[in-house]
């Protein structure tokens, strides 16, 4: 069992949740209401964040058991300036010490590099800076409005809202295993945003750094800013969201030259009255390279009611085969092997305390996976994996948690114009 606790698991709790923050926001929220705590004057804060205690259990020959504590924490401000409406954020991490360079295990997961070696069967950790941007939101018209976000860290117009901020998988804590065909862009180092809204519509474009972070995650890896994406989204309703979105990555993986067009869309369902909701989302996206293309599609939920909620996600995934059995995707000429990987996951998390605002709890969850035949001689046939967690987040305010937020989202700022 690998164990990386002690100073900076407590000094990342102190760091985070110290201090006393006014937490206000959440996609459940009365809009309405939300319209008139933006027209005050001065700074509307928001955070979100979590620290884990996560015994996790990988199952089959490639597994095996582990204690870790992911963790991040984001915080945003906003105010009015004139008629326009200012909002800063930033997201952070200490992964790199309390996860280690390796990450966590998660069976068929790839993704980045480590010592020029890719991660195979492990998630990566997060870089430090995860997000520090900046947004500028401004009406041009009755009910239409033009934001331009960016900075050194943040999330072009691409995939869904990512998996740590989506509702449906807001007690998850484990990394999709689509999360490299659709959030992995979460963090880009470099980004700049257009948006217009207008009514249930929003449309964005980026210019953006499309290169995965290295292994040094204390710093900004920055580079040419030369990938572009596109995104739209229409909201319908307070309950419904759906997005499409397409990008063109240059050369974002650091063992594998070349180009990657990255497509997604997605539809998400929320309703609650602020204290308990339902959450249900699904996706489906593409990596097409001029050699293969690959598909992955995602169906998730989560229910809270009171202390307790359920949550459940169900994942096929197109996997890099060469990749998972020898650690290279390294094809003499041919073409890149592929094959399909299910996973069928459920779980269940109480809160145990709150303190001052703090909530701390407890879950469990397990994963069972549809194995191709070609991988079941290293993964075995029916590896089952199984986590165990603790889990402490920040207080929210009276409007809730920072549910379905993205960098470029448009804040009501009350003038109703």
Do not use: C
Not at 85 to 105: K, N
Not at 203 to 213: A, I, V
């Amino acid at each position: 069992m690998y164990v990386k606790l002690g100073r900076w698991s407590i000094g990342f709790a102190v760091m985070v949740f110290g201090g006393a923050v006014s937490v206000v926001g959440a996609q459940t929220h009365d809009h309405k209401q939300m319209q008139m705590d933006m027209a005050t004057t001065g700074w509307h804060v928001m955070q979100e964040g979590q620290l884990l205690g996560l015994l996790n259990h990988q199952g089959g020959p490639r597994g095996g058991d582990e204690l870790k504590a992911p963790n991040w924490w984001m915080g945003m401000a906003s105010r009015r300036v004139a008629s326009s409406q200012l909002t800063l954020s930033g997201m952070f991490s200490l992964d790199a010490a309390t996860v280690g360079r390796h990450g966590y295990g998660e069976l068929f997961q790839v993704g980045e590099a480590v010592s020029g070696e890719p991660l195979v069967d492990r998630q990566h950790p997060h870089d430090l800076f995860m997000q520090v941007a900046a947004a500028w939101r401004v009406p041009i018209a009755p009910g239409t409005g033009l934001t331009i976000a960016g900075g050194p860290a943040g999330e072009p117009a691409l995939g869904p809202v990512a998996f740590m901020h989506r509702a449906s998988a807001v007690d998850n804590p484990l990394a999709p295993l689509g999360h490299h065909t659709f959030d992995s862009t979460h963090i880009a180092f470099g980004v700049v945003t257009v948006a217009l809204d207008r009514g249930a519509w929003v449309l964005e474009g980026s210019l953006f750094n499309g290169r995965e972070p290295d292994e040094h995650r204390w710093d900004f890896d920055f580079g040419r800013m030369d990938s572009v994406s596109g995104r739209v989204w229409f909201r319908p309703s307070e309950r419904w969201e759906l997005q499409a979105s397409t990008g063109h990555l240059k050369d974002p993986e650091e063992l594998h030259p070349g180009d990657v067009q990255r497509t997604t869309a997605s539809l998400s369902w929320l309703a609650g009255n602020g204290v308990d909701f339902t959450a249900v989302a699904a996706g489906y996206g593409a990596n097409a390279t001029p050699e293969i293309t690959r598909h992955a599609v995602f169906a998730e939920a989560t229910r809270l009611v009171g202390a307790n909620s359920w949550f459940g996600r169900i994942e096929a995934v197109q996997v890099e085969s060469d990749l998972l059995l020898h650690a290279t995707d390294a094809h003499n000429g041919e073409r890149p092997a592929k094959s399909t990987v299910g996973a069928i996951t459920a779980g269940l998390h109480r809160e145990l305390f709150r303190w001052r605002g703090f909530e701390g709890g407890a879950g469990a969850m397990v994963t069972a996976y549809a194995v191709p035949a070609v991988l079941r001689p290293t993964h075995g046939s029916r590896p089952l994996s199984f986590q165990l967690f603790l889990r402490v987040r920040p207080p929210a305010g009276p409007m809730g948690r920072m549910l379905n937020m993205r960098m470029g989202q448009p804040m009501p700022d009350g003038s109703g114009i």
